[in-house]
């Protein structure tokens, strides 16, 4: 039997299946994009904000929170001002007969913020945030070199972040929602000297070739 919402939205759109059974239906969407803005909103003004009652924004919220779509609370941070400016991802390869070592050490890096299990070239992907270049190279070849599950490791060095989101939802493209347009690049200007121009690697490939 699925269990769902005791507020059905009347609005259209097609629901989506979450948790242990509670349909997601164009409302709870809603609700989640407002939160998404500020998850400390009270629930007279998320009523106000979805366009439905206060009962039903309140018993909606927390069947959101029984059935597991809302995980948790949190606050996000500057982790520049937090002492932690350097972020940096690090692909590894590991010995597949030894993933639940790799898992086990893992857990015990608290500079790791975030690890995924991977497709292609490299098994997993780690996302750390450390205090200074150094912090890397210790991680990279001392600590996790050091780790018998892990073969071999790629960093590559994160210089800014363009987008974070807290989440992303079905609603952000709904039908008949135009695409949101991207701002107008910036037109091209020469590095000025003492700062850094990169040039791909095919590129100087072909440079190369031509002396």
């Given at each position: 039997?699925?269990?769902?919402?005791?507020?059905?939205?009347?609005?259209?759109?097609?629901?989506?299946?979450?948790?242990?059974?509670?349909?997601?239906?164009?409302?709870?969407?809603?609700?989640?994009?407002?939160?998404?803005?500020?998850?400390?909103?009270?629930?007279?003004?998320?009523?106000?904000?979805?366009?439905?009652?206060?009962?039903?924004?309140?018993?909606?919220?927390?069947?959101?929170?029984?059935?597991?779509?809302?995980?948790?609370?949190?606050?996000?941070?500057?982790?520049?001002?937090?002492?932690?400016?350097?972020?940096?991802?690090?692909?590894?390869?590991?010995?597949?007969?030894?993933?639940?070592?790799?898992?086990?050490?893992?857990?015990?890096?608290?500079?790791?913020?975030?690890?995924?299990?991977?497709?292609?070239?490299?098994?997993?992907?780690?996302?750390?945030?450390?205090?200074?270049?150094?912090?890397?190279?210790?991680?990279?070849?001392?600590?996790?070199?050091?780790?018998?599950?892990?073969?071999?490791?790629?960093?590559?060095?994160?210089?800014?972040?363009?987008?974070?989101?807290?989440?992303?939802?079905?609603?952000?493209?709904?039908?008949?929602?135009?695409?949101?347009?991207?701002?107008?690049?910036?037109?091209?200007?020469?590095?000025?000297?003492?700062?850094?121009?990169?040039?791909?690697?095919?590129?100087?490939?072909?440079g190369l070739g031509k002396e």
């Amino acid at each position: 039997m699925t269990e769902t919402s005791s507020n059905p939205s009347t609005e259209g759109g097609p629901p989506g299946r979450i948790g242990i059974g509670l349909e997601l239906d164009a409302t709870h969407l809603k609700i989640l994009e407002v939160l998404r803005e500020n998850g400390r909103i009270s629930v007279a003004a998320l009523a106000e904000r979805v366009g439905i009652s206060r009962a039903n924004a309140y018993t909606r919220f927390e069947a959101l929170r029984a059935d597991g779509a809302i995980r948790r609370f949190t606050a996000e941070i500057d982790h520049t001002r937090a002492g932690l400016g350097i972020t940096a991802l690090i692909f590894v390869t590991v010995r597949q007969q030894m993933w639940r070592q790799f898992r086990a050490e893992l857990a015990q890096m608290p500079e790791v913020e975030y690890c995924a299990i991977t497709t292609g070239q490299h098994d997993a992907m780690i996302q750390i945030r450390v205090a200074d270049v150094a912090a890397v190279h210790t991680m990279v070849t001392e600590r996790l070199a050091n780790i018998p599950a892990v073969k071999a490791t790629e960093t590559v060095f994160i210089l800014d972040e363009v987008i974070r989101r807290p989440y992303v939802l079905p609603s952000d493209r709904g039908p008949g929602r135009p695409p949101r347009r991207s701002a107008p690049a910036p037109a091209q200007e020469p590095v000025p000297l003492g700062k850094l121009g990169f040039v791909g690697a095919a590129e100087g490939r072909a440079g190369l070739g031509k002396e």
